[in-house]
């Protein structure tokens, strides 16, 4: 008879409380780990994730070079057909990467051996945590920052699986560089074997743990807005001073300046209606008549 392999996990709260010891489900974690079908499944989802956008051009491609460089013969030099062969500068490139899709299809069968292999391969390891539930009001990266310290395993790559989407959990760990944070249904291979420690929540395996009464984490220090008037330095208000006291005499200045303008234009007046009371002058005088 086949020996049953039987994998145990230590379980914890949401804020990192320990708690009794969990045992795995038997039908996922049954010792299975097959090396071969994991690497298929984690080349096939790297190879999916390329785009195959590099493009080259080919010498039928290249504009211009639809005239000899020079004749066929006479020159001495080599006969040459066109300037955008491939072995001239600015020329068409031979064998050359074009568009082209890199996918590569595994079986589903196949997708879900891995998956599991991956599973067991982190349960040999004792790198399976369970966690009662995520029950997050609010995105809290504290929250799951503390967790991870509590239980720790800070300075790994963690992977948090969820029981179906939650928005709040994925927005606490997006800013942690080492947190990744998906719904349990969504894992794949690659996810498994990138994590070093992978914090399952207890729904997600058919765990319904009750919960346990614990203090609520502490909510970080409002920032205090700020008051109304800013405090202002030394230098700026001397400054300011120094700007206010110049003030009036700016403005006797200008009004000198102003007053001097409008005397000069009251002198061009005058002086352009002395000519033509001259001339009037002259209009009305009578011409004295030769003897």
Known sequence: MAETTTFEAAAYTSQGTARERVRLPETLFDGT????????????????????NASTKTRGFVVGGNQKPWKQKGT????QGSTRAPHWVGGGTVFGPTPRAYDEYVPRQVRALARKSAFNARARENAIYVIDQFSYDAPRTKALLGLVSKIGIGGQKVLVLTDGVKPNVFLSGRNLPNVHVMPYSDVSTYHLLWSDVVLIEGGAIGHTLPPIKEEPLPLPPRRATPAATPVVSGRKTAAKKKAAAKAPAAKKTAAKKAAKRSAKAETKSAAAKKPAAKKSAAKKAPKKKDR
């Open 33 to 52: 780990v097959n090396m071969p079908v994991m690497h298929q499944a984690v080349k096939a989802f790297l190879a999916n994730q390329r785009q195959g």
């Open 76 to 79: 001495g030099r080599a006969r």
